[in-house]
Structure formats: C-alpha cells, structure tokens
Nanobody, 123 residues
Framework: QVRLVESGGGLVQPGGSLRLSCAAS????????MAWFRQAPGKEREFVAA????????YYVDSVKGRFTIFRDNAKNTVFLQMNTLKPEDTAVYFC????????????????WGQGTQVTVSS
C-alpha cells in the first residue's frame, strides 16, 4: 500500500511560482507512474500532469503546458510539480497520485492518492 503526502501549497500572487512535493512511503515509486490532479470548488477533478516510471516522458493538460513541470526523484521517493506563471484559474486542491499503469487525459483514475494541498492564486 503506497501512502502519498503532498506539501508546498499556499497563497501566491498571479505570476508567482510554487513547487509542490509528493513524498511516498510504503512502496518504491519507481514502480509507479506518478501524476498530479487538481479540483477547484464546484468543478470535477482534472488531470494536470503525469510522468513515466523513469521520468523520461511527461504529459500535461493543455492549460498548464509551458508553465508547469512534473519531475521525480526516485532515490528520494518523491515527485514534484513546479508551477510558474500562476493564474487565478490555477486555484484548486492539488492531489498527487500513483498507479502501476500510466494513464493521461480527462476522466482517468489512479490507484493511490494523497490527501491534497491547497493552492490559491490571488492578489
């Protein structure tokens, strides 16, 4: 059973940056594809980004391409989401997820989830 714990959320002004971290325990994340999702108030959960087991390929929803970067450090059992040029519409609870299979795009589910970390972009 993989346990995921996110950190790094907070309040940031538009145009600012945040780096989210997801620390895994109970398993080796090199065995899992890792992803970030987000859910804004009143909206459905949205796929944001995913990275392959080795970190050699990444995938993003169109709205964050060029601004967000997902990367992983398997030695530290941690995956990150670097978020730059943040916009108010990025405000959401961000969730880390793990799955033996790599899945990307809308309407997908992963096997293991963290509890989420709040990101608020506001002036």
């Amino acid at each position: 059973q993989v346990r995921l714990v996110e950190s790094g959320g907070g309040l940031v002004q538009p145009g600012g940056s945040l780096r989210l971290s997801c620390a895994a325990s109970g398993g080796t994340i090199s065995n899992y594809a890792m992803a970030w999702f987000r859910q804004a108030p009143g909206k459905e959960r949205e796929f944001v980004a995913a990275v392959t087991w080795s970190g050699d390929k990444t995938y993003y929803v169109d709205s964050v391409k060029g601004r967000f970067t997902i990367f992983r450090d398997n030695a530290k059992n941690t995956v990150f989401l670097q978020m730059n040029t943040l916009k108010p519409e990025d405000t959401a609870v961000y969730f880390c997820a793990a799955d033996p299979l790599l899945r990307v795009g809308p309407g997908i589910d992963y096997d293991y989830w963290g509890q989420g970390t709040q990101v608020t972009v506001s002036s």
